[in-house]
Nanobody, 125 residues
């Protein structure tokens, strides 16, 4: 069974950085996609990034500031967030689907079968 757990959230000042981790068990990175999503209060869930063995996608709203990567053991995926802004404040979730490509639907939450509980990121002075 696939289990995902996010960590690394917290309070950071504008312009600061955070690295979120998504620890995955029971998941094969060679055949699956990991997505990062975020949801701010009163707003719809937003796709942030997607990673497979062959695809790397970063949403336009965070491109140039956020990067996605994974460890060599293929057990964790990271979201490196730099130059954070107050509008980046949200609960961040990682999600997984057993498909080998991100595809054009990478930012649709309904596509993903497994979700972590989320980690809060607050950007404020």
């Amino acid at each position: 069974q696939v289990q995902l757990v996010e960590s690394g959230g917290g309070l950071v000042q504008p312009g600061g950085s955070l690295r979120l981790s998504c620890a995955a068990s029971g998941f094969t990175f060679d055949n699956g996609a990991i997505g990062w999503f975020r949801q701010a209060p009163g707003k719809e869930r937003e796709g942030v990034s997607c990673l497979t063995s062959r695809d790397v996608i970063i949403a336009g709203s965070v491109k140039g500031r956020f990067t996605i990567s994974r460890n060599n053991a293929k057990t964790a995926v990271y979201l490196e967030m730099n130059t954070l802004k107050p509008e980046d404040t949200a609960v961040y979730y990682c999600a997984a689907v057993l498909e080998p490509a991100c595809s054009s639907a990478w930012d649709r939450g309904s596509r993903y079968n497994y979700w972590g509980p989320g980690t809060q990121v607050t950007v404020s002075s």
